[in-house]
């Protein structure tokens, strides 16, 4: 029950409704330390790890990490070589690189990339990779190596339609990530293509189902590569939009 919970609070959480997410992601961290303990090995870390994703998210860095950092100790010592720490290195990377520390972003993305191939024998589909090209595409950009962001984003692989129905919440992050790549690269025209993609995309994937984090994004960085053009007006309507 206390795991349903802490999932809860990220459904809601990624609807926008941070402020009950909240309430219900603190109820079951003190629940599962009550009852389960810090040293817990299954049902603390799930807990810590969704709300350390919530933190991510809202910005709250320094709490993040502090979760993660407990979560990625249980797995290493107790899920080492496993999809499970796999899946926790990728958050604790994803935390580093907001903090603006990404060799350190680098060095656990990579640890979990080899852990997701060698922990599911190869037998892991594709596309299931995406989530982590993400990453390690925006570690690149972070560190302004733009023709690298393209190679990675260049791996990318769509789901197949039988799988998912398009467009995915990946596709748009994808998108956005490559109307950055030719913004950084002055090639002002492609980014607005993609940016403008992003947009159209995240309108399909919201009357699936609202996702105010991923709109928010494809406003925001429509409004910058608008800002690019020389459109001020168009861009700060997106920016607005955005905010």
């Not at 494809?218 to 910058?224: D, K, M, Q, Y």
């Not at 590569?225 to 020389?230: E, K, N």
Request: hydrophobic content about 45%.
């Amino acid at each position: 029950v206390i795991v349903v919970h802490a999932r809860w609070a990220t459904l809601l959480h990624a609807l926008g409704q941070r402020v009950r997410a909240r309430q219900l992601h603190q109820c079951a961290l003190d629940a599962v330390l009550r009852v389960k303990g810090p040293l817990d090995t299954l049902y603390t870390p799930i807990v810590r790890v969704e709300l350390a994703r919530a933190c991510l998210s809202e910005g709250r860095l320094t709490d993040g990490l502090k979760l993660s950092e407990a979560v990625v100790a249980v797995y290493r010592q107790h899920y080492a070589g496993s999809l499970v720490l796999s899946a926790g290195l990728r958050t604790h990377s994803a935390l580093l690189a907001a903090l603006g520390r990404p060799i350190e972003a680098r060095a656990l993305a990579e640890e979990a990339w080899i852990l997701l191939e060698s922990g599911s024998g190869g037998a892991i589909r594709p596309w299931r990779f995406n989530r982590l090209t993400l990453d390690l595409a925006r570690l690149d950009l972070a560190e302004s190596r733009t023709d690298m962001a393209m190679v990675t984003l260049n791996r990318f692989e769509p789901w197949p339609d039988s799988e998912s129905p398009p467009p995915r919440p990946d596709e748009v992050e994808r998108a956005l990530l490559m109307a950055m790549v030719h913004l950084h690269r002055g090639e002002v025209e492609d980014a607005l293509r993609h940016a403008q993609s992003a947009v159209d995309m995240v309108a399909q994937v919201a009357a699936r189902g609202r996702q105010p984090s991923l709109e928010a994004d494809a406003s925001l960085t429509r409004g910058i590569v608008l800002l690019a053009t020389g459109w001020h007006e168009a861009a700060s309507s997106s920016i607005e939009c955005a905010m």
